[in-house]
């Protein structure tokens, strides 16, 4: 028997496809089973002082349940988990939280099904797809496993939406739309799609809804059911393209928050007034305004590009002056989150791939798997995202501090007399 408490169980050499997946996966069933080792040792350590009558101890081991073997990014790791019996009346049974009952993936390959299947892998080859990276102990992954699966994500995300936000203080709050190739009656679907950050600078996936066209109907209602889930302190910021329904619907239910508009999406929108041999010298010109030191010096590059442009362009530059002081609202905000508020390339990083994968496949999803499969998209994308760049002004941004060019300005201190804290006190 081995020294740990988990058998460890060498797969088979047929599949075994090279010498260092043999070191990887037989590493990590050592280090799984000292691992368990430690977690019941503390089980039988808790147990301790149950005693019977004679003076034994009431819970002891009692050898291994059926081997199995869990799917993991590194193939097939297979173990037999410990058993524990009681002597007593009383019954004890050890639970591993590393490897919970019935478990046969690890959560990373949970994971990467939705991603193979937005990037265009049906349900039939998915179990062939996943082999391809794991090994032939993928081939549980059948195409109705794969149909259940769907089935929980589809929970999963109905659970997400009656996420309550009442603690959660944002800060940050990027908006957009994504199109898809899916179409119901003769509209493609959109997904609104919110992400927020918080008082720590951590992002939150807040919001993933069926919208039609991003109009202001639907913003308005993916707005209202985010307050009725207690987000109800109105966003300091908002970012967002040009799409007119979703700042209609701010306006109505946060008043108060600012607006930002992407840069990304309005360089896209000028460019599409210029031909193509003009565009790489206009988007030099317009670099010039959104990586300028200080706003003044913004404004001073925008009337460049105005005159340099106006005369021939005329509806390149309508489309960046109609937006001009929205664009430059970044520069009242600390210096370190410009990068992270000029565009909502948070948003477009994660669901891109949505687009490929449904004008690939057309009439293959339906509104409550699509919008399921994104959520787990963006559930898995979550996990990765970092802290915004100097998270700690956040709370400074918060408290009221006025920014000029991304440094904050000195703030007046009022002298308090004692009278008026006895007052306040009182």
Not at 278 to 288: G, H, I
């Amino acid at each position: 028997m081995s020294q740990y408490a988990v058998k460890v169980i060498v797969a088979d050499q047929d599949e075994v496809k090279d010498a260092l997946t043999d070191v990887l996966r037989t590493g990590a069933q050592r280090l799984l089973a000292e691992a368990i080792e430690v977690e019941l040792n503390e089980f039988l350590a808790a147990m301790a002082q149950r005693r019977t009558m004679d003076g034994r101890a009431a819970v002891v081991r009692n050898g291994y349940l059926p081997q199995r073997a869990v799917l993991t990014g590194i193939g097939a790791v297979a173990i037999a988990m410990p058993k524990v019996r009681s002597r007593d009346d009383a019954a004890a049974v050890f639970r591993s939280d590393l490897v919970p009952p019935y478990v046969r993936r690890a959560r990373s390959i949970d994971v990467v099904l939705p991603w193979l299947y937005l990037h265009g892998v049906s349900t039939n080859n998915m179990a062939a797809a996943v082999a391809a990276l794991v090994g032939p102990a993928a081939a549980n992954l059948s195409a109705p496993v794969v149909a259940r699966l769907k089935t929980v994500w589809q929970h999963e995300y109905e659970a997400f939406r009656q996420r309550r936000w009442d603690n959660t203080r944002v800060v940050y709050l990027w908006a957009d739309g994504v199109y898809t190739g899916l179409r119901a009656e003769e509209q493609k679907l959109c997904a609104l799609v919110v992400i927020g950050a918080d008082a720590q600078g951590r992002k939150h996936l807040l919001a993933l809804e069926d919208g039609v066209r991003e109009s202001t109907q639907s913003w308005r209602e993916v707005l209202r059911q985010l307050k009725r889930n207690g987000l109800v302190r109105p966003p300091l910021l908002a970012v967002g393209d040009g799409a007119l329904g979703f700042w209609a619907a701010l306006d109505e239910v946060f008043p108060q928050t600012r607006q930002q508009r992407c840069w990304v999406h309005k360089i896209a929108n000028v460019l599409n007034y210029a031909p193509k041999s003009v565009q790489p010298k206009m988007k030099q010109a317009l670099a010039q305004i959104w990586m300028a030191e200080t706003k003044d010096a913004a404004n001073q590059a925008l009337d460049e590009f105005v005159a340099l442009f106006g005369a021939k362009y005329p509806k390149a530059i309508d489309c960046l002056r109609k937006d001009r002081a929205l664009l430059l609202t970044f520069f009242d905000l600390p210096a370190a989150h410009w990068q992270h508020v000029r565009s909502t390339n948070v948003i477009e990083s994660v669901f891109a791939t949505v687009r490929h994968r449904t004008d690939r496949v057309k009439g293959c999803f339906t509104r409550a798997s699509l919008l399921a499969l994104m959520f787990k998209l963006g559930q898995a994308a979550q996990k990765n995202w970092r802290k915004l760049r100097g998270h700690r002004q956040c709370a400074a941004v918060l408290n009221g501090v006025k920014f000029k060019d991304g440094i904050a300005l000195p703030t007046k201190t009022t002298k308090i007399t004692r009278t008026q804290l006895v007052q306040v006190a009182a």
